[in-house]
């Protein structure tokens, strides 16, 4: 009654395309030519140079960006934990409410 179905694949119709054949190709040498050396060129960008402004604003900025990301990680932390406890504290909750009613009949 429930037999699955399983499809047949039908079989091409239209056109089909006769394999390409490839004829082999001869190598001719030729003279070697040796490669010039590369020239080494002039950077394109100037370098950074820091300065003890750069230093401190860096390291600055880097702390600011580890504090804020500490402050998110310790407030998802934090949020966890209470939902955590409100959960536990019903659980409690609804655990004594039937008990009691238990207890009454």
């Given at each position: 009654?429930?037999?699955?179905?399983?499809?047949?694949?039908?079989?091409?119709?239209?056109?089909?395309?006769?394999?390409?054949?490839?004829?082999?190709?001869?190598?001719?040498?030729?003279?070697?030519?040796?490669?010039?050396?590369?020239?080494?060129?002039?950077?394109?960008?100037?370098?950074?140079?820091?300065?003890?402004?750069?230093?401190?604003?860096?390291?600055?900025?880097?702390?600011?960006?580890?504090?804020?990301?500490?402050?998110?990680?310790?407030?998802?932390?934090?949020?966890?934990?209470?939902?955590?406890?409100?959960?536990a504290?019903?659980?409690?909750?609804?655990?004594?409410?039937?008990n009691?009613?238990?207890?009454?009949?």
């Open positions: 009654m429930l037999r699955p179905k399983i499809p047949t694949n039908p079989t091409p119709t239209g056109h089909v395309i006769p394999p390409v054949v490839v004829e082999p190709t001869t190598v001719v040498p030729s003279a070697q030519i040796p490669h010039p050396a590369p020239v080494a060129s002039a950077p394109s960008r100037p370098t950074v140079q820091l300065t003890p402004g750069t230093a401190l604003a860096l390291v600055g900025s880097g702390t600011a960006v580890v504090l804020v990301v500490g402050a998110v990680l310790v407030s998802m932390l934090l949020a966890i934990a209470v939902t955590g406890a409100s959960v504290v019903c659980a409690l909750v609804i655990r004594s409410l039937v009691a009613d238990t207890k009454r009949r």
